[in-house]
């Protein structure tokens, strides 16, 4: 079955730095696309970053762009997400997703930005 489990995240001050961690089971991770998307307090799904299946292209939303880097791992079967220059506006509970699957969903980890 497919697992997707979220880790990494926390409490920190505005400008820091947090890097999570997507460990990913039961699919071909090795030849798909992997992405992370955040949900805010009150605000619905917005995408972050992807990564392609050999890490050859990766991707960001705006919002991220400069601060956050995607990578991923294809013997360990993981993703991460390095996240620096933090900002309040980050705060959200972070998912890694399956684009060819988007309905599997692990359990998110929260990140929280604030003084």
């Known amino acids: 079955e497919v697992q997707l489990v979220e880790s990494g995240g926390g409490l920190v001050s505005p400008g820091g730095s947090l890097r999570l961690s997507c460990a990913a089971s039961?699919?071909?991770?090795?030849?798909?696309?992997m992405s992370w998307v955040r949900q805010a307090p009150g605000k619905g799904l917005e995408w972050v970053a992807s990564?392609?299946?050999?890490?050859?292209?990766?991707f960001y939303a705006d919002s991220v762009q400069g601060r956050f880097i995607v990578s991923r791992d294809n013997t360990k079967h993981t993703i991460d997400l390095q996240m620096d220059s933090l900002k309040p506006d980050d705060t959200a509970v972070y998912y890694c997703n399956r684009p060819n699957a988007f309905w599997d969903w692990g359990q998110g980890t929260q990140v929280t930005v604030s003084p």
């Open positions: 990564i392609n299946w050999n890490s050859g292209s990766t």
């Open positions: 039961g699919f071909a991770f090795d030849v798909e696309a």
